[in-house]
């Protein structure tokens, strides 16, 4: 996988002031704000760079307010280190090509894999697998 490095001032030009917010400064957005991706089959990508992340066959409603999925298309695309801001221990996600932040994932989430990746949706764009 290529890596994506740009400066501040590319990443300003291409993205709105919340999406900058978010993936270039780990920012999160407000809940209930985001979550108005269709339902139907797609890929989630991420909006700095166009990787594929995660699977709408993925996705559930977790009740938090940030749309939610229980892995990525591939676990090589979404990287994880530690956040220990606002005084938590959790981990938090990005994306592995632009290192664009997306939110973070817990172990509360769904079968089969137990997880909960808690995503801003602003970090997001769909794409639908319908071509029409």
């Known amino acids: 996988m290529e890596k994506i490095i740009k400066s501040d ?29 269709p339902k139907k089959p797609g890929t989630f990508r991420c909006r700095g760079c166009g990787a594929p992340l995660f699977d709408q066959a993925h996705k559930f409603d977790s009740g938090t307010g940030w749309p939610s999925f229980y892995q990525p298309v591939d676990p090589e695309m979404v990287g994880e280190s530690e956040d220990r801001r606002l005084f938590m221990r959790r981990t938090e996600v990005h994306c592995n090509r632009c290192d664009g932040h997306l939110g973070h994932v817990f172990p509360d989430g769904p079968q089969p894999t137990g997880l909960r990746y808690c995503i801003n949706g602003v970090a997001l764009e769909f794409d639908s697998d319908d071509n029409t």
């Open 9 to 37: 001032a590319e990443w300003r030009a291409e993205l709105d002031d919340l999406e900058f917010k978010v993936l270039r400064k780990h920012g999160t957005e407000r809940a209930f704000t985001h979550d108005n991706f």
